[in-house]
């Protein structure tokens, strides 16, 4: 990971990201591709997109089924509005 600065963040895998937790916004990126698709517009997508069924169906065996990470996860995602509008 490059932790050259960028305007208002950080670059994480080649994106500027406006993060407080680069590490933590990697570790979830690489385990759930998150930040690949459009961005969420509320936490119910968020919540939806880290449920063990839906990672299941989109990376089979390599998902990360464990409902306590997911959940873990999303709260992230949703506290610090990574990739969402």
Known sequence: MSRKR??????????????????????????TGFDQGEKFTN??????YFKPKSQIKMFGD????DPRILEHYADMVIEHRWHME
């Open 6 to 31: 960028c305007p208002g963040g950080w670059r994480v895998e080649g994106k500027c990201v406006n993060i407080e937790h680069p590490e933590l916004y990697r570790v979830i990126s690489n385990g």
């Open 43 to 48: 936490a119910k997508e968020v919540r939806a």
């Open 62 to 65: 390599d998902a990360i089924s």
